[in-house]
């Protein structure tokens, strides 16, 4: 994951943070806000250890997947659904719950519009 990940859903990472830095305080953490510079040397605070040294564990963590329940957050799957916005036909709208994007306008052998029961 990038920074940008952690950054723009800062809130749903709370607990992973908490969770990896279990030295780090919540309200702490809320203040930070996603300010890259301002964790990096929060952490170091937190923790003891030198700048470089907290870089390096906070680059190592970021090598990682985004987690689960921050992937299921609704302001993260909102933000991916508009991102998937441009392979969705003109017409079509990316919030649709439809699995095959596209096929709206396609009428099935029983006369059904498919993707609707």
């Keep these: 994951m990038k920074w940008v990940h952690v950054r723009d859903n800062w809130p749903a990472f709370s607990d992973a943070i908490l969770e990896k830095w279990p030295e780090a305080d919540e309200a702490d953490l809320t203040e ?31 090598a990682g997947e985004i987690p689960s329940d921050i992937v299921m957050d609704p302001s993260h799957d909102n933000h991916s659904i508009a991102l998937s916005s441009k392979f969705v036909g003109e017409g079509e709208d990316e919030y649709d719950d439809d699995a095959r994007f596209g096929d709206d306008d396609e009428v099935a052998d029983d006369g059904d519009r498919t993707g609707r029961d």
Excluded: M, N, S
């Design 32 to 62: 930070i806000d996603g300010d890259q510079r301002a964790f990096v040397k929060y952490i170091a605070e937190v923790t003891g250890q030198e700048i470089d040294e907290t870089k390096d564990e906070i680059r190592e963590w970021l």
